[in-house]
């Protein structure tokens, strides 16, 4: 992994992360009847949040590359986790994800990921795009406590 990276990386990656995240919950949609409507409700989120990611790259001017030195070990840590992992690798979901708690489980480590990873990217992008960032985390926030409900509700 490198040790700089211009804002536009860590923004493509929050892009590809997005669209990772899309991708699970539709998979998880059709293998999941009775949360069927609630995946697909995250996917369209998680499908509006790269949308999102995507304009502020092509609204960014070229940026000189920033100085992550102290945070590679965290963006490693992020990027290189289980649930990440299966996004940027686009692996196929394991079969073990058809089950309800397992697929709410994965879920809820993707939201968690993506939430350090964006904490990681606010911390270096402009202050004018702060807001778009901050709003992005407070909705990944929402995402929790709504996997985190639906966790307990078929405990």
Known sequence: MKSRYSLRDLVEIAVQIEIGGEKFYRYAADRNEVLRDTFLFLAEEEKRHATTFQSLISAQQEEPSIDVVEAIPYIRAIIDSGVLRYLSERAEFP?????????????????????????????R????????????IGEEKKHIEKIMGLRQSIA
Do not use: C, D, T, W
Not at 99 to 116: D, H, I, Q, T, Y
């Open 95 to 123: 079969e073990k994800m058809g089950s309800v708690s397992e697929a709410l489980e994965f879920a809820l480590g993707l939201e968690k990921e993506s939430l350090l990873f964006y904490y990681q990217l606010l911390e």
């Open 125 to 136: 992008i402009g202050e004018n795009r702060k807001p778009i960032v901050e709003k992005i």
